[in-house]
């Protein structure tokens, strides 16, 4: 009798592992907080079964553009099952395409999931502007505009402004504190109306999305400039002038009008941005002084009190003398003396020039003469 392999087959067939029978759990990834983040946000990807799957007795496993995501390296970490993962500063790298599967002890494995892009954009920066102008007198009144270039239109706006603080070494450093009326700019504009003299400073915003624990970093600095006619205190500077040349020495002191204590010489320039002036030349009490200015001392300088009172705020300015100041004149000199010394030889020339040809012309009469005669 011929001996048929199709009972055989279907035996063994009957003996393995159905891995995706039928009824058997499609798994499925969510991404929180959302499929799109910012540099350094904590995400988690999760993996569920869709149907049928149970809870427990399930391991996962990831991928990521379709090659295994393996979590044991920093930035990532996971529960024993791997059901979720979590990334506690996501970088550009780690946008693409996520997909996970649950397998049992028993062999028994899920459908895997569909893909679930996750993509990363730069942590963005507010832009902040102010209207009508950074230099405005006591009474005015000025607005604040803090915006975020971004698809999203969810943003609230914080408010700070940076004020110096004394480290355990010693040296004065700049942080953002937060404005006490922070809130009444949350839209995006913060108006100060009336301005007044302790409004000087350098302010900056950062926005947050209202959904989700995620800030943007800090603006850009936006300094105020606000002058009274009756400040507590007035800055000297000597020599007694708002335009100073490089290698010049200065002087600038507080020059107190009220009780208030510890005022202290404040600069804001180009190179330093906020600073105390000591970063950039000598201190005594409210005095200070720069041996040697150069260009980088360009800024606006004025004086603050441990109370948060302000002087007049003053612009100077330092030039570097130009090379076109020392050597325009000694370039006429040289042109000059030039042609001074070579006069007379000029003149001596054009004497025997004409005298050739009065001679030239004397002798050509002669000879025309000479001919009429014969």
């Not at 504009?189 to 302010?203: I, K, R, W």
Request: aromatic share 8%.
């Amino acid at each position: 009798m011929e001996f048929s392999p199709l009972p055989v087959m279907l035996l063994l067939t009957s003996l393995i592992p159905l891995t995706h029978a039928q009824g058997s759990s499609k798994a499925v990834v969510s991404i929180k907080p959302d499929t799109h983040v910012y540099t350094c946000e904590r995400v988690i990807l999760r993996c569920d079964l869709q149907r049928g799957g149970g809870d427990s007795g399930w391991i996962y496993s990831w991928y990521k553009n379709n090659d295994r995501l393996y979590v044991n390296r920093d930035r990532f970490s996971a529960d024993s099952t791997m059901q979720e993962v979590t990334i506690s500063c996501v970088i550009k790298s780690d946008r693409g395409d996520y997909t996970c599967r649950g397998q049992r002890h028993d062999s028994q494995s899920s459908e895997i999931s569909d893909a679930v892009t996750l993509a990363v954009s730069e942590t963005p920066q507010p832009v902040l502007k102010v209207s009508p102008q950074t230099w405005l007198t006591e009474g005015d009144s000025v607005t604040l505009s803090c915006e975020v270039t971004d698809s999203y239109t969810d943003w609230t706006f914080s408010w700070y402004r940076d004020v110096p603080y004394s480290d355990n070494n010693g040296h004065f450093i700049y942080r953002a504190v937060l404005l006490s009326d922070s809130s009444r700019g949350s839209g995006g504009n913060y108006t100060l109306s009336p301005a007044a003299l302790n409004h000087t400073g350098v302010y900056v915003c950062r926005g947050e999305r209202e959904e989700r624990a995620f800030h943007t970093y800090y603006s850009n600095l936006q300094p105020l400039w606000i002058t009274g006619e009756s400040p507590p205190v007035s800055l000297i500077i000597n020599p007694s002038r708002t335009q100073h040349f490089t290698n010049d020495s200065l002087s600038l002191s507080c020059e107190d009008q009220s009780n208030s204590t510890g005022w202290t010489v404040r600069q804001y320039t180009h190179k330093w941005g906020l600073s105390i002036c000591s970063q950039s030349g000598s201190v005594t009490a409210s005095t200070c002084k720069i041996s040697s200015l150069s260009t980088s001392h360009t800024g606006v300088y004025w004086c603050e009190s441990q109370s948060e009172e302000n002087s007049n705020p003053v612009n100077i300015t330092v030039y570097a003398p130009g090379p076109s100041r020392v050597e325009a004149p000694s370039s006429v000199l040289m042109l000059i003396s030039s042609v001074v010394t070579a006069a007379p030889y000029l003149l001596v020339t054009i004497i025997l020039l004409v005298k050739c040809y009065r001679a030239r012309a004397h002798t050509e009469d002669r000879i025309k003469n000479a001919v009429i005669e014969e």
